[in-house]
């Protein structure tokens, strides 16, 4: 069969959707890109927060136009939309024709062999269970790929529903992370982004202690690996080991993801959060002091439960502050089955607005900031070559696909690491000349 794959949200869905490739190939099928052209669609969904659902909803149902217009037979419905809703997705979307939840991507193969043989398998296996083990096939390109060292999250934050989407927090045992990473290298990939929905808890479950010191400090000792960055770290467990292998370690990016939410202590509290506006703080003066060069990224939400003018106003405060170089921002989307669903919180238009808010004032840091860099040497990522001579990549304070690009001259290979002097910025883009 030719099979075609569309993938929605978050990286972590992202490393299913490849190990669905590698199961896919194996069983002897065709992957093609141009969906016009396949037998069979996978679509691998996010359900996060309501705009996620629809996106979801919408791709499912434009893809099954593909039944009239191109070659498609069977639609296939994987991740968080079948693993949250999958009686829903049965029952009112009649274009898929099987579902399959988060636990159950390496039976990718067989469900295939199912709908083509007539039959509708819904399979939604145990979502805390031992981490999937299956090799992938990388889709991100020569450069860099992601490396999933844990599934599920057991922070329970009122307003998030990936515990129940995702399971218990489980991690991957060390060896077969390094494992992992040691063949990337050899694949000739330079760069690796640690994904999980908690990076610091990491280990905890398997070995009785969070061990993420550990495992990056073995990580560093690979060959060929040159950056190592972090998505995600909880700010109540960045120990100062932690801290200490970030800073000393050189391929460790100085780039830090660690999401806060909010910064009133009030609404910190109502939403399980584990830290307090001081402690936050607190961490963020101490990183910057023992890692130079630090960029700090963080996502925030507008709107949550208890935040009037004035916690609103504290928040825009605290923006100013810190100058966090990096922010995800984000209305509230109350999402159905968590706590803070049930909350007293301000309209979603109210929402709206305060988001664009922040981000102006976010835009106002960021520029300042990239203003503040040219004149300087970076080290870059090559991406891609946009026409010879010119290059595309990424500082080491740009994670791909959220943060910016700097486009420069010279000449490099893709996932080439080089030095960059930083001529201009324009928009988001900072624009260089290779040294």
């Given at each position: 069969?030719?099979?075609?794959?569309?993938?929605?949200?978050?990286?972590?869905?992202?490393?299913?959707?490849?190990?669905?490739?590698?199961?896919?190939?194996?069983?002897?099928?065709?992957?093609?890109?141009?969906?016009?052209?396949?037998?069979?669609?996978?679509?691998?969904?996010?359900?996060?927060?309501?705009?996620?659902?629809?996106?979801?909803?919408?791709?499912?149902?434009?893809?099954?136009?593909?039944?009239?217009?191109?070659?498609?037979?069977?639609?296939i419905?994987?991740?968080?939309?079948?693993?949250?809703?999958?009686?829903?997705?049965?029952?009112?979307?009649?274009?898929?024709?099987?579902?399959?939840?988060?636990?159950?991507y390496?039976?990718?193969?067989?469900?295939?062999?199912?709908?083509s043989?007539?039959?509708?398998?819904?399979?939604?296996?145990?979502?805390?269970?031992?981490?999937?083990?299956?090799?992938?096939?990388?889709?991100?390109?020569?450069?860099?790929?992601?490396?999933?060292?844990?599934?599920?999250?057991?922070?329970?934050?009122?307003?998030c529903?990936?515990?129940?989407?995702?399971?218990?927090?489980?991690?991957?045992s060390?060896e077969?992370?390094?494992?992992?990473?040691?063949?990337?290298?050899?694949?000739?990939?330079?760069?690796?982004?640690?994904?999980?929905?908690?990076?610091?808890?990491?280990?905890?479950?398997?070995?009785?202690?969070?061990?993420?010191?550990?495992?990056?400090?073995?990580?560093?000792?690979?060959?060929?690996?040159?950056?190592?960055?972090l998505?995600?770290?909880?700010?109540?467990?960045?120990?100062?080991?932690?801290?200490?292998?970030?800073?000393?370690?050189?391929?460790?990016?100085?780039?830090?993801?660690?999401?806060?939410?909010?910064?009133?202590?009030?609404?910190?509290?109502?939403?399980?959060?584990?830290?307090?506006?001081?402690?936050?703080?607190a961490?963020?003066?101490?990183?910057?002091?023992?890692?130079?060069?630090?960029?700090?990224?963080?996502?925030?939400?507008?709107?949550?439960?208890?935040?009037?003018?004035?916690?609103?106003?504290?928040?825009?405060?605290?923006?100013?502050?810190?100058?966090?170089?990096?922010?995800?921002?984000?209305?509230?989307?109350?999402?159905e089955?968590?706590?803070?669903?049930?909350?007293?919180?301000?309209?979603?238009?109210?929402?709206?607005?305060?988001?664009?808010?922040?981000?102006?004032?976010?835009?106002?840091?960021?520029?300042q900031?990239?203003?503040?860099?040219?004149?300087?040497?970076?080290?870059?990522?090559?991406?891609?070559?946009?026409?010879?001579?010119?290059?595309?990549g990424?500082?080491?304070?740009?994670?791909?696909?959220?943060?910016?690009?700097?486009?420069?001259?010279g000449?490099?290979?893709?996932?080439?690491?080089?030095?960059?002097?930083?001529?201009?910025?324009?928009?988001?883009?900072?624009?260089?000349?290779?040294?």
């Amino acid at each position: 069969m030719k099979v075609g794959l569309i993938s929605l949200g978050c990286a972590k869905n992202q490393v299913a959707a490849e190990q669905m490739i590698f199961r896919i190939r194996e069983a002897g099928h065709t992957l093609v890109s141009d969906e016009a052209q396949a037998d069979i669609i996978v679509i691998n969904t996010c359900a996060f927060i309501e705009d996620a659902k629809q996106e979801a909803i919408n791709t499912i149902l434009e893809t099954a136009r593909l039944k009239k217009t191109g070659r498609l037979k069977k639609l296939i419905v994987t991740g968080c939309l079948s693993q949250l809703y999958q009686a829903q997705v049965q029952d009112e979307l009649p274009e898929v024709d099987a579902v399959v939840g988060v636990g159950s991507y390496d039976s990718i193969a067989h469900v295939i062999e199912k709908v083509s043989c007539g039959e509708a398998p819904c399979i939604i296996g145990d979502n805390c269970a031992a981490v999937c083990e299956t090799p992938r096939v990388i889709s991100t390109g020569k450069a860099w790929a992601y490396l999933l060292i844990a599934e599920g999250c057991d922070n329970f934050c009122s307003y998030c529903i990936i515990p129940k989407i995702r399971g218990r927090f489980r991690s991957r045992s060390m060896e077969n992370i390094i494992a992992e990473a040691e063949t990337l290298a050899k694949d000739g990939y330079k760069e690796l982004i640690l994904v999980a929905q908690d990076l610091t808890r990491y280990g905890a479950d398997l070995y009785g202690g969070r061990q993420l010191a550990r495992l990056l400090t073995r990580l560093c000792g690979i060959d060929g690996i040159r950056w190592i960055r972090l998505h995600y770290l909880y700010p109540n467990e960045l120990d100062d080991d932690l801290i200490s292998v970030i800073a000393r370690e050189p391929k460790i990016v100085k780039y830090l993801d660690i999401p806060i939410q909010h910064i009133n202590n009030g609404i910190l509290k109502k939403m399980n959060r584990r830290d307090t506006s001081e402690s936050i703080r607190a961490l963020f003066k101490t990183l910057r002091a023992r890692i130079p060069g630090l960029v700090l990224r963080t996502s925030l939400i507008t709107g949550l439960p208890g935040e009037g003018e004035a916690e609103f106003e504290e928040l825009c405060r605290f923006l100013r502050e810190m100058k966090i170089e990096r922010a995800g921002v984000f209305p509230f989307s109350p999402e159905e089955g968590t706590p803070a669903a049930a909350m007293d919180h301000v309209d979603s238009e109210t929402a709206r607005q305060r988001a664009e808010r922040v981000l102006e004032i976010q835009a106002g840091i960021m520029d300042q900031w990239e203003a503040g860099l040219i004149g300087l040497e970076i080290s870059v990522i090559c991406e891609d070559c946009e026409v010879p001579g010119r290059f595309i990549g990424r500082g080491y304070f740009d994670s791909p696909g959220i943060d910016g690009r700097v486009i420069f001259s010279g000449d490099c290979a893709e996932g080439d690491v080089v030095n960059v002097k930083i001529l201009s910025a324009d928009d988001g883009d900072l624009i260089g000349e290779k040294v």
